[in-house]
């Protein structure tokens, strides 16, 4: 089927708003992890769900940032009072499991948020 | 610290020359890293892993605990290799860290 799914694929906002970024993983990917890759820099890790539950918020930066996956397949991104240094990539992979197996994800093409 | 360093942000080189393509890691544990490379317009996607000891598109790479390297190399490059290369290192299981990628040019 398809691949990682995100929109938008771009969303620019002003400073102060909120904002939500979708991914739809790969059905039947129970791990679903969201990365975010500022200019010139690898990916981040911000958070890993595995089903329903946020196995591992660690990475989310503050408290503005949060995740949800509630059926255990399409997950929403939500960030709050957004602020200009939060502009880069936002990307979600998924993968069957986690990676003891293969340690392969699968990206989705990312939604680039540009806050003004 | 747990740290993956790629050291040369852009190598450009001409159709048909070697491509080493440098990665380093620190860690502490047993390292199991990889290479994940981005076409221009494409997603991030899985290039090689070391454990697997594989060859994918002339592309291979050699896990070196002794200088804590894992370089990515193809003895003659292709115009269509050109590509961001990440390199990453896996340290549980989800967590991957990544370096900050190399943008490979093939010049004509």
């Known amino acids: 089927g398809a691949g990682v799914s995100q929109t938008p694929s771009n969303k620019v906002t002003e400073k102060g708003k909120y904002v939500e970024l979708r991914c739809d993983p790969i059905?039947?990917?129970?791990?679903l992890y969201w990365y975010r890759q500022s200019l010139g820099q690898g990916p981040e890790f911000l958070i890993y769900f595995q089903g329903t539950g946020a196995a591992d918020d660690s990475g989310l930066p503050n408290d503005r940032f949060f995740a949800v996956r509630p059926e255990g397949s399409v997950s929403t991104l939500k960030i709050q009072r957004t602020e200009r240094g939060d502009s880069a990539v936002y990307l979600c992979a998924s993968s069957p499991l986690g990676l003891q197996n293969t340690g392969e994800l699968f990206f989705g093409e990312g939604s680039r948020l540009t806050v003004l | 610290a747990q740290r993956v360093t790629q050291p040369e942000k852009l190598l450009s080189v001409f159709k048909g020359a070697p491509v080493e393509l440098k990665c380093n890691y620190s860690?502490?544990?047993?390292?199991?890293l990889f290479w994940y490379v981005q076409y221009s317009r494409q997603r991030l996607q899985l290039l090689l892993r070391?454990?697997?000891?594989?060859s994918i598109k002339g592309f291979t790479a050699d896990l070196n605990k002794g200088e804590t390297s894992f370089h990515l190399k193809k003895p003659f490059a292709q115009e269509e290799d050109s590509a961001m290369y990440y390199c990453?290192?896996?340290?549980?299981?989800?967590?991957?860290?990544w370096g900050a990628g190399t943008k490979l040019i093939i010049k004509p």
């Open positions: 860690y502490s544990g047993s390292p199991e």
């Open positions: 059905s039947g990917h129970t791990a």
């Open positions: 990453a290192l896996r340290i549980s299981n989800y967590q991957l860290i």
């Open positions: 070391h454990i697997s000891r594989e």
